[in-house]
């Protein structure tokens, strides 16, 4: 004898298949914040990921939407993704607390200041750095 809470429970994972299935095929659109931070990475691939990062100079730090912060170093783009992507808003001011003058690194603390009330308005907490450079044509070619 088939019990009906098996019976319906069988059903419905018939019914959730083709739903499955077509969500599964329509293609991943990507926010703004990710696409630009595809735009930016492209031609390059992932180092290896480290705590910190020398930081000398004006260089800055840069936030995209949602997504990540990213900070330029000559030829290498170094990502952190954080821990918060979601709370990283491009248009309001970072003020962070270094435990290091020369270097960035995930203990740091990152907050967020709304740029016309003045007032904090988030936390970003950072994750490992992961450094982008460019694939050499030549090398790509060859492998």
Same mark, same amino acid.
């Given at each position: 004898?088939? $019990?009906?809470? !098996?019976?319906? +429970?069988?059903? /419905?994972?018939?019914?959730?298949?083709?739903?499955? !299935?077509? *969500? $599964?095929?329509?293609? &991943? *659109?990507?926010?703004?914040?990710?696409?630009?931070?595809?735009?930016?990475?492209?031609?390059?691939?992932?180092?290896?990921?480290?705590?910190?990062?020398?930081?000398?100079?004006?260089?800055?730090?840069?936030?995209? =939407?949602?997504?990540?912060?990213?900070?330029?170093?000559?030829? +290498? &783009?170094?990502?952190?993704?954080?821990?918060?992507?979601?709370?990283? =808003?491009?248009?309001?001011?970072? &003020?962070? $607390?270094? /435990?290091?003058?020369?270097?960035?690194?995930?203990?740091?603390?990152?907050?967020?200041? =709304?740029?016309? !009330?003045?007032? %904090?308005?988030? %936390?970003?907490?950072? =994750?490992? /750095?992961?450094?982008?450079? $460019? &694939?050499?044509?030549?090398? !790509?070619? *060859?492998?």
């Amino acid at each position: 004898m088939i $019990k009906p809470l !098996a019976l319906a +429970t069988a059903a /419905f994972g018939l019914l959730a298949a083709p739903v499955q !299935a077509q *969500e $599964k095929t329509e293609a &991943v *659109e990507l926010t703004r914040g990710e696409a630009e931070l595809a735009e930016l990475l492209e031609g390059r691939v992932a180092g290896e990921p480290r705590s910190c990062i020398r930081t000398i100079g004006s260089r800055n730090l840069n936030q995209i =939407d949602g997504t990540a912060l990213t900070y330029r170093d000559g030829d +290498t &783009v170094w990502v952190n993704y954080t821990r918060n992507p979601a709370d990283i =808003d491009d248009s309001e001011i970072m &003020v962070i $607390k270094r /435990f290091s003058s020369t270097s960035l690194c995930r203990s740091d603390q990152i907050r967020l200041v =709304d740029r016309t !009330a003045g007032f %904090l308005s988030g %936390l970003i907490f950072l =994750d490992d /750095f992961v450094p982008y450079t $460019k &694939v050499d044509s030549e090398v !790509a070619a *060859e492998g």
